[in-house]
């Protein structure tokens, strides 16, 4: 494991140490999310007629899911997540890259 990590790049170093923070705030938020959408009474006001609210009695697991992901992109953090992505896409790049060229060396 340590050889493994000791072989990645700068970037894909990088990339690692910012998907174990971004994946564990996305695990607080969608149980503080679930949390609020559990505890709600189904035959309360928000539940019964107020549309936004309703999808929370609804469908808890789902609706949870759907508002951490909004709130991750809305936190005055989602220049880190775009940082992430734009690093997982040019890693994933590479790595195609890669793949093709021992590939075509091969034949």
Known sequence: MIKKYMALSTLGK???WLTIPIVAI???LFMDQLNYAL???PNS?????DSMMKQFCEDPYGSSISWTLILMFMSPAWPILLAWVVIGIVLLNRFVKRKR???TDRA
Do not use: A, E, G, P
């Open 14 to 16: 990088t990339f690692l």
């Open 26 to 28: 996305f695990i607080y």
């Open 39 to 41: 505890s709600m009474d």
């Open 45 to 49: 006001f928000n539940c019964k007629y």
């Open 101 to 103: 060229n021992s590939k």
